[in-house]
């Protein structure tokens, strides 16, 4: 078979080739599908700059919500507890996420340990939420508040964290450290100067995308939360009770995106550009 035969792609018994039919079927696919992901968010931020947003159609910008919205202290204390809950919960699961990440490789079923891990994402958010409740109530005597809501993003967010740092220990050469071991380096020395840079991008990945979906959580929160609020809930609140909120609301879900979204980008071209060197 002839080079140009090969370019060509499949064939049909000697017909023409239906491959560059189903590559611009899959071309025009993806493009849609990032459409549908981003044209909202777009939509959201002019919105948000429409002197009319519940119509739906932006028009007649200004800037009258925004400033509505940093006139206002509401949202202080619940974006204040959202962030710190966050880093705090971001902090963890990196720190775990690493512990637990660069044993798994090495057991004797990986797969199967994974399993166990991951089965969280697929439990619904209410059950999950109800179970937690009833876990801080009864067995941790937990009073509901800050720490019950940590504690809850901590399960959600975990397994989500050790997926990421497992992408980078599974492409991670061993034999480095078997090297640095022949050397004569400590464990803790091997890890620091070996292992911890390579693992570096995982990391910061793990930890930053633990705070995201920390930030970001509301179900098991309104299970876990007793007389606290987060930001998610409070904007989910004044949705409910306050038509004339929804403005404000529109405004703040704009300046959280402007600020989240560059970050992400950022952490994760670091990510993908560390794998993509290994």
Not at 51 to 70: K, M, Q, V, Y
Not at 83 to 92: A, N, R, S, T
Not at 192 to 207: K, R
Request: charged share 10%; aromatic share 14%; hydrophobic share 55%.
């Amino acid at each position: 078979m002839t080079d140009a035969a090969l370019s060509q792609g499949p064939t049909s018994r000697g017909g023409p080739s239906y491959w560059p039919i189903w590559r611009a079927i899959g071309k025009w696919a993806g493009l849609f599908m990032l459409g549908l992901i981003y044209f909202p968010l777009v939509w959201l931020m002019l919105l948000s700059f429409s002197a009319n947003p519940l119509s739906g159609i932006p028009g007649s910008f200004t800037s009258t919500h925004f400033r509505a919205l940093f006139a206002s202290t509401d949202w202080h204390q619940p974006l204040l507890a959202s962030v710190v809950i966050g880093l705090i919960v971001g902090l963890v699961c990196a720190v775990v996420a690493t512990v637990v990440g660069r044993a798994v490789p090495s057991l004797a079923r990986p797969g199967r340990t994974l399993l166990l891990f991951v089965l969280p994402l697929f439990v619904p958010g209410m059950s999950m939420g109800a179970a937690l409740f009833i876990f801080a109530r009864s067995v941790l005597d937990l009073k509901l508040g800050f720490w019950s809501i940590a504690l809850g993003h901590f399960v959600w967010a975990f397994p989500f964290a050790l997926l990421i740092i497992l992408v980078v220990t599974t492409r991670f050469d061993h034999r480095l450290v078997e090297a640095g071991r022949d050397l004569g380096a400590s464990g803790w020395r091997v890890f620091w100067d070996i292992e911890f840079p390579i693992l570096m991008p995982g990391i910061v990945s793990a930890a930053l995308f633990g705070f995201l979906m920390s930030f970001n959580e509301v179900m098991r929160t309104i299970f876990l939360r007793g007389t606290a609020e987060t930001m998610p809930v409070w904007n989910w609140v004044q949705a409910a009770a306050q038509q004339s909120q929804v403005p404000i609301i529109f405004a703040l879900s704009t300046i959280v995106l402007a600020v989240t979204l560059p970050l992400l980008c950022g952490v994760f071209w670091l990510l993908f550009a560390k794998l993509d060197k290994s």
